[in-house]
């Protein structure tokens, strides 16, 4: 594989002088000197999860898809991982005819309530008062909303401007992971 991310390294061999770009590259570079081998590739009946860690172990964007004769049939990139993570649909839908208890009534708190609950949590937690763990279970669900809302603005940052932003990404998907 050859990506725009390996061509892009490129730039740190032109001259500063005038010189046309694909001249100075073509004289001193052949593609054989920039590909990575062997191809690491995936076949297409493997799990996500496999060509996920294969990306990020082998520091690539893009994986070559094989069938069972090793022969290319498409191309896995982060890009298509991540805008498929982005458009999942979340679980089965509940039916309307299920009676609800109260638990599970959906509701949106305003900013002012969610900022007076943490607060009180943290209070609680300050004082030692928190003997069934509600107020720790609170501040630890927020602290992972906070991560998850900041590895979803990367993923949609690099979804849209598609910058070689990997190693960000990654770290704010771990945490968020945590």
């Given at each position: 594989m050859l990506s725009s991310a390996d061509v892009k390294k490129l730039e740190g061999f032109l001259p500063k002088s005038g010189k046309s770009s694909p001249e100075y590259l073509d004289q001193r570079f052949r593609i054989e000197m920039l590909m990575r081998q062997p191809a690491i590739s995936v076949q297409?009946?493997?799990a996500i999860e496999d060509a996920a860690r294969l990306l990020v172990t082998h520091a690539i964007h893009a994986l070559p898809v094989v069938n069972a004769q090793n022969h290319l049939i498409g191309?896995?990139?982060t890009t298509?991982?991540?805008?498929?993570?982005l458009n999942m649909e979340p679980g089965p839908k509940?039916?309307?005819?299920?009676?609800?208890?109260s638990a599970s009534v959906e509701w949106q708190p305003t900013p002012a309530a969610i900022e007076r609950a943490l607060g009180a949590a943290r209070g609680t937690v300050l004082a030692k008062q928190d003997a069934d763990g509600v107020?720790?279970?609170?501040?630890y669900l927020q602290k992972r909303v906070v991560d998850l809302e900041?590895?979803?603005r990367l993923v949609r940052r690099y979804l849209t401007v598609g910058q070689n932003e990997a190693a960000t990404l990654m770290k704010a998907l771990e945490t968020a992971a945590r």
């Open positions: 297409s009946h493997q191309i896995l990139t298509d991982l991540m805008q498929a993570l509940e039916s309307t005819d299920t009676p609800r208890d107020a720790q279970a609170l501040l900041e590895a979803e």
